[in-house]
């Protein structure tokens, strides 16, 4: 086994790191010819931080490799030593790559369609922007205005580049004079730090040749302060989300590093101990892509998560001329396969956890689809960032990572299952048609960040109508909305707990805290395709066994849903499923939805007498009311033993 194989086997996260170093190590020295003053300033950064990272292991190997390269890196200092070049920009879209970039679109229609749509939006939306007040808003602080000042700042910098009008440079110059100026970036609340570093750091990086000297000072000085050591401080404090699996992990960790890799020069001492801690912490979060890309938070936050990885390794390759292995995480590599399979065929997303989107297309662009296609020679995932914009505008994202659309064969299955965190299994009955059948179903742990008491929920859509729905995420600013303890106040609230997903429940209790749901079995692309999760944790209180297979029946045209029982005692056995449809309970164990003059039959296939009944999904304030639901119900009271509820739903096509 080779020497980055066994480190990388090993689970100790001391042993990944060095993975990492060794990976820096490796790189061809070409890929660092860059001005000699530029290469002494990263020189000593590698060097410092390989020192750090040097006694977790005594390799010789390492070592070795460590002092020959040190001495091919002087070699190019040297060789190089009559360049100069200017220092910025080095965040993300060099000089070169922008003319590169220009060339491209010279000839290609569809890139000099993006482009049009980033400068319309610099024109017709941020040129006119609302200049940045510190205005603490509830729990998220100033979240929303540096959201908004990113994109704004991002936006700008690059129509200015692009253009070589100024009128962008300055408008973008008062954002960043204004964020500056704040008395801090709220770093109670650090995403918000996280972000706005972030964009002031590539707003002092992009626009740096022309902006003047106090205006640097006064940038400069912002990240120090309101960044660089902001993060220092809350990393002495050994804040959660430093080494967090979730999407915080990777703002805060790499927002912070692309703000310090823009002010590299100016506090060397500094930045060398921000790369240290945030390339030791952010494997922590990308490894919750492993096994196979999936995102444990859901669709909404697998966006944000891709986002951050994607800007953060790529300042590190642009700034630094390596990623430090951070690329070379396995669930990465095959990131894009998410977002590909758990779209419905009218772009519904699959929704769980803390999804934010209700009865809403989700048609926005990935633009990190196109750097994972380039990153990974997967053009599928470039293909589907073209799809999705066929709809949309691009953003300057799509523009910094373009790349033309690949005519390949279409190798997409029907049929997809993710593990990881919260295993998810997606079957369809065909691509490319808006009428076709869609089923989503998950399982996972429901006391996580982000998670509601939904183990086993399922979301079904078929004849372009989503007739089983999950509500998605609640107002985060209700009180104890992060409380997921067991016995939490997050559980209180209706689209967090079981009673409103489409799940069973046991004596009308919600699933427990603490309960886990793995795929046991599941058949794939073939006519009948099913997955069998073990729901028993969520129900060991009150039974032995519970498990819930969904299965595509009728060649694909139709689902039915198997639930199993061991009952420790009599209980009431509550089936469930949330629906924007109009009911209408059927005798003989059926019911009729109906929505938009489309038809679905739920049928009870066993056991025989049961009937269905519906009840609303109206919540009083300060909920949400969650109006235009219902909820499809069946109950039945089971002495102890073994039971099975079997449910289909068919649409009439």
């Not at 008062?174 to 996280?194: E, K, S």
């Not at 009948?528 to 028993?536: A, G, I, N, R």
């Not at 009870?604 to 304030?621: K, R, T």
């Amino acid at each position: 086994m080779s020497f980055r194989n066994q480190l990388y086997k090993d689970n100790n996260h001391e042993s990944k790191l060095l993975a990492y170093q060794n990976d820096f190590l490796a790189i061809p020295c070409d890929h660092l010819k860059i001005n000699s003053k530029r290469m002494k300033m990263y020189l000593f950064l590698f060097e410092y931080i390989l020192l750090q990272f040097m006694p977790i292991c005594n390799d010789q190997l390492l070592e070795m490799q460590y002092l020959n390269a040190r001495i091919e890196i002087e070699k190019d200092v040297k060789s190089q030593s009559s360049i100069v070049n200017l220092f910025h920009p080095t965040i993300l879209l060099t000089d070169s790559a922008l003319i590169n970039l220009k060339k491209q679109a010279t000839s290609d229609l569809i890139f000099q369609r993006y482009i049009k749509d980033v400068i319309n939006q610099a024109n017709n939306t941020y040129l006119t922007f609302p200049i940045s007040k510190y205005v603490l808003d509830g729990s998220d602080g100033i979240l929303g205005t540096s959201k908004d000042a990113l994109e704004c700042i991002l936006n700008l910098s690059l129509a200015y580049r692009w253009t070589g009008d100024e009128k962008y440079a300055k408008r973008a110059k008062n954002q960043l004079v204004a964020i500056c100026n704040f008395p801090d970036w709220n770093p109670y609340h650090f995403l918000d730090t996280a972000v706005m570093s972030t964009a002031v750091g590539i707003g002092y990086d992009w626009l740096y040749i022309w902006l003047d000297q106090p205006t640097k000072t006064l940038i400069e000085n912002a990240l120090l302060n309101n960044g660089i050591n902001a993060y220092l401080t809350e990393h002495a404090k050994n804040k959660w989300w430093l080494k967090s699996k979730i999407n915080w992990n990777m703002c805060c960790n790499g927002g912070i590093l692309i703000g310090a890799l823009s002010v590299a020069n100016i506090y060397p001492t500094k930045v060398h101990e921000i790369i240290q801690k945030t390339i030791a912490n952010l494997p922590f979060g990308i490894q919750s892509f492993d096994p196979d890309g999936a995102w444990p938070e859901g669709t909404n936050y697998w966006k944000v998560a891709a986002n951050y990885t994607m800007l953060t390794i790529e300042a590190l390759k642009t700034s630094m001329g390596t990623d430090f292995g951070l690329s070379k995480t396995v669930g990465l590599s095959l990131a894009g396969d998410y977002p590909m399979y758990t779209v419905g065929p009218n772009l519904y997303p699959l929704n769980y956890d803390d999804t934010r989107v209700t009865l809403q297309k989700d048609i926005n662009p990935r633009p990190s689809l196109f750097w994972l296609g380039k990153q990974f020679n997967n053009p599928a995932y470039i293909n589907l960032e073209h799809k999705l914009l066929k709809t949309s505008s691009a953003d300057a994202r799509d523009v910094i990572f373009y790349s033309a659309p690949q005519q390949v064969p279409d190798t997409r299955k029907l049929d997809k299952s993710f593990a990881g965190i919260v295993p998810v299994t997606i079957f369809r009955s065909e691509w490319e048609n808006t009428q076709s059948l869609f089923v989503g179903a998950k399982g996972g742990v429901n006391g996580i960040y982000q998670g509601h008491l939904d183990l086993g929920n399922f979301e079904m859509e078929a004849i372009g109508i989503r007739w089983a729905y999950d509500l998605g995420a609640e107002n985060y600013e209700l009180p104890g909305y992060f409380n997921n303890d067991i016995g939490g106040q997050r559980w209180t609230y209706y689209r967090l707990n079981s009673h409103s997903h489409n799940v069973p429940m046991l004596n009308n209790k919600d699933q427990l805290v603490t309960g886990h749901a793995s795929i046991i079995d599941h058949s794939e692309n073939g006519t009948d395709p099913y997955v069998l999760f073990d729901l028993t944790s969520a129900y060991d209180d009150n039974a032995v066994l519970v498990t819930r297979e969904i299965r595509l029946i009728n060649s694909r045209q139709a689902m039915q849903i198997t639930d199993e029982f061991d009952l420790k005692n009599q209980v009431d056995i509550y089936w469930g499923m949330t629906t924007p449809a109009t009911i209408r309970v059927l005798s003989n164990g059926e019911a009729l939805l109906s929505k938009d003059g489309k038809t679905l039959k739920a049928k009870i296939v066993s056991p025989s007498g049961l009937n269905f009944y519906s009840e609303s999904c109206y919540q009083p304030p300060p909920q949400n009311a969650n109006i235009g639901f219902s909820r499809l119900m069946v109950k039945t009271n089971q002495t102890a033993g073994t039971i099975t509820l079997k449910i289909s739903l068919t649409p009439k096509y």
